[in-house]
């Protein structure tokens, strides 16, 4: 099983941009969702997280205060609302599943069911 993330494109310095992961069967229910970001000669680096349930969501201190995780039971969505977008934010981003229902890693090792990612590009 693959996540498939979309909505990436080109946004102005200080826009903002929301992507979408959709997750197939009853995986929301069961896992966390992690949000990674892959720069050109840089290493993937998880911004965010959402644990399966009520939980609250992580994020890294590079992104914190700007980007937003939401989730749509319904339509077997996760959102990752990117506000204030910064040069720093360019890269391919890829959603994946935690090893359980909480966000306890930041390692992208742990994590599974990545699918293609979705390119952002910031820049004026």
């Known amino acids: 099983v693959q996540l498939q993330a979309s909505g990436g494109g080109l946004v102005q310095p200080g826009g903002s941009l929301r992507l979408s992961c959709t997750a197939p069967?009853?995986?929301?229910?069961?896992?966390?969702i992690g949000w990674f970001r892959e720069a050109p000669g840089k290493e993937r680096e998880e911004v965010a997280c959402l644990g399966a349930g009520d939980a609250d969501a992580w994020y890294s201190d590079s992104v914190k205060s700007r980007f937003t995780m939401s989730r749509d039971d319904f339509k077997k969505t996760v959102y990752l609302r990117m506000n204030d977008v910064e040069p720093d934010d360019t890269a391919v981003y890829y959603c994946?599943?935690?090893?359980?229902?909480?966000?306890?890693?930041?390692?992208?090792?742990?994590?599974?069911?990545w699918g293609q990612g979705t390119l952002v590009t910031v820049s004026s």
């Open positions: 069967g009853s995986i929301l229910d069961e896992y966390g």
């Open positions: 994946a599943t935690s090893p359980g229902r909480p966000c306890v890693s930041t390692s992208p090792t742990d994590f599974a069911s």
